[in-house]
C-alpha cells in the first residue's frame, strides 16, 4: 500500500482531476491537504479520501509539514508527497528534505521555479536560452540594456503561466515598469532578451533520470502576444508527427535540460523558440504537469488518461508510453471590447457569441470537447479566456486548419 499525500490549496477544476485520478489508483491511500474546507470537496472524491487536513496557507512550509506529520499519523506513513501547482514545488521539497520523504530535492526545485536561477544553470550546461540578468536598480537594468538592447522582456522571477510578463521596447517602457513593480532589494525582477520566432512547448517524461516519453505542441501565437493583445483568441496544436521538423533534434536538447535542473523520476513542460537560422532557445520549464489543458489534448491526441498516466508516474515510478495516432488542439475563446485585467473594461461580462451555428456546421464532427462561454459570464483575467474548444483529427493538417477556423467564426463580446 502506497500512502500518499496530495496538496490541493484550492479545488480548480484541473487539480480535481489530478487528485480523482490519484484516488483512482490501486493499492493506494490518499491524504489531502488543502485551504479549503472538506465540505466543498466533491462527494465522490470526499468518500475515497483516508484523511484530510486543513491549512490557513498552503504555500507556508512550515504550515504543510505541521499537516504532513499530522496525516502521517492518520496514515501509518508518507511514501509521496505530490501537488500539481507550479508555485507549489519548493515547498513541497523542502517538506520532503524535512520529513524524509523522496521525491524532487530543494535545489533542483529552486532550478525549475526560479527563473534566473534556471537560465543560469542553462547557459552553463552550455544549453540554448535567453540572455537574461535579475536585477534590483535602474541602473542595473539600463546596463543590461545597453548589453542586449531593446525590445526586452521583464518578468517575475518567480513566475507563472506568463503573468506579470511584459515586452519592453524603449528605456522609458524600462524605466515606468522598474517603478510600476517598485523593484529594489527586495523585489528584483527578471530581463531578458526578447527572443523571436515560432513558439512550442516539449512535455517530457524522465525516470530515475532516463527519458522515457516526449511531445512538442505549438502556440499559435505566443502567450506573450496573447498576453498583450485582449483580443486574440489563440490556439495550442498537438501535431500527429512529432519527429520531424521543426521538432527533429529537440527532444535530446529538452531532455538534456531536465536532467541539467535535476529532475530525476516526473514530468515537465518546457517552453522553446525556433529561431530559424538562429537555432533555437528554451525560455523556461516547469517540473509539473502542463496548464492551458495541455494534459486534456495529451489524452485525446493518444488516446490515453494523462492524469491517470500521471499520477501513476509520481506515486509507482511507472509509465507505459502511448501511442499518439491523433493530432488534437484547443482554441481558447477570449471575450472582445475589454482591457483585461486593466481596470478600464467598458464590460465585466459576456454580452454576446457570435459564430456557433456556423462553427457547428463546419467544424462539428471534429470536437470533441467544448466548454462554451454563456451570456452574463463574469470575465477573467486569464489568457485561457471565457471558454474553449477542443478538436482532434487523424491528420495534423485538418485540425491546424479547424483551430484557425474556430477563432476567426466564434465571437465572443464583452458588455456591461
Not at 535535476?262 to 514530468?267: R, V
Request: aromatic share 8%.
Amino acid at each position: 500500500m502506497r500512502r500518499v499525500v496530495f496538496v490541493a490549496p484550492y479545488f480548480l477544476e484541473t487539480t480535481l482531476r489530478f487528485l480523482e485520478a490519484t484516488l483512482d489508483l490501486p493499492d493506494t491511500c490518499v491524504g489531502l491537504v488543502s485551504q479549503e474546507r472538506l465540505e466543498r470537496l466533491p462527494p465522490r472524491l470526499r468518500a475515497r479520501l483516508g484523511a484530510h487536513y486543513r491549512v490557513d496557507d498552503a504555500l507556508d512550509v512550515g504550515k504543510l509539514t505541521h499537516a504532513t506529520r499530522l496525516l502521517r499519523g492518520e496514515l501509518g506513513s508518507v511514501d509521496v508527497l505530490m501537488g500539481v501547482l507550479e508555485h507549489l514545488q519548493v515547498q513541497l521539497a523542502a517538506v520532503r528534505a524535512e520529513l524524509g520523504i523522496p521525491g524532487l530535492g530543494v535545489e533542483a526545485a529552486k532550478n525549475f521555479r526560479d527563473k534566473a536561477r534556471m537560465k543560469s544553470a542553462l547557459r552553463a550546461a552550455g544549453l540554448p536560452c535567453a540572455r537574461h540578468r535579475l536585477v534590483s536598480t535602474l541602473s542595473a537594468a539600463r546596463e543590461f540594456a545597453g548589453v542586449v538592447g531593446y525590445p526586452l522582456v521583464i518578468k517575475p522571477p518567480a513566475g507563472a503561466g506568463a503573468k506579470g510578463t511584459h515586452r519592453i521596447d524603449t528605456a522609458g517602457a524600462l524605466e515606468e515598469a522598474l517603478a510600476i513593480y517598485r523593484v529594489g532589494p527586495s523585489a528584483e525582477m527578471l530581463l531578458e532578451e526578447f527572443v523571436s520566432g515560432a513558439e512550442y512547448s516539449f512535455d517530457s517524461i524522465v525516470i530515475d533520470g532516463r527519458a522515457v516519453w516526449h511531445s512538442f505542441s505549438r502556440y499559435l501565437p505566443s502567450p506573450l502576444e496573447v498576453l498583450e493583445n485582449d483580443w486574440i483568441q489563440w490556439c495550442v496544436l498537438l501535431p500527429r508527427e512529432i519527429d520531424a521538423a521543426p521538432f527533429d533534434g529537440f527532444s535530446e536538447i529538452g531532455f538534456r535540460a531536465v536532467q541539467e535542473l535535476g529532475l530525476e523520476t516526473g514530468l515537465s513542460h518546457m517552453e522553446w523558440f525556433d529561431r530559424g537560422e538562429l537555432g533555437v532557445a528554451i525560455s523556461e520549464v516547469g517540473a509539473r504537469p502542463p496548464g492551458a489543458r495541455i494534459t486534456t489534448l495529451l489524452s485525446y491526441a493518444h488516446d490515453f488518461d494523462f492524469y491517470r498516466g500521471w499520477a501513476r508516474l509520481m506515486v509507482f515510478g511507472e509509465f507505459d508510453p502511448p501511442e499518439r495516432p491523433y493530432a488534437a488542439g484547443a482554441a481558447y475563446l477570449r471575450a472582445q471590447g475589454k482591457s483585461r485585467g486593466k481596470g478600464e473594461s467598458p464590460g465585466r461580462v459576456v454580452a454576446a457569441i457570435q459564430g456557433l451555428d456556423r462553427a457547428q456546421a463546419e467544424l462539428g464532427e471534429l470536437v470533441v470537447e467544448a466548454q462554451l462561454p454563456e451570456r452574463g459570464q463574469p470575465i477573467n483575467d486569464s489568457y485561457e479566456g471565457e471558454g474553449y474548444v477542443i478538436v482532434r483529427h487523424p491528420e495534423t493538417a485538418v485540425v491546424e486548419n479547424a483551430l484557425r477556423r474556430l477563432v476567426s467564426l466564434i465571437r465572443v463580446e464583452a458588455g456591461s
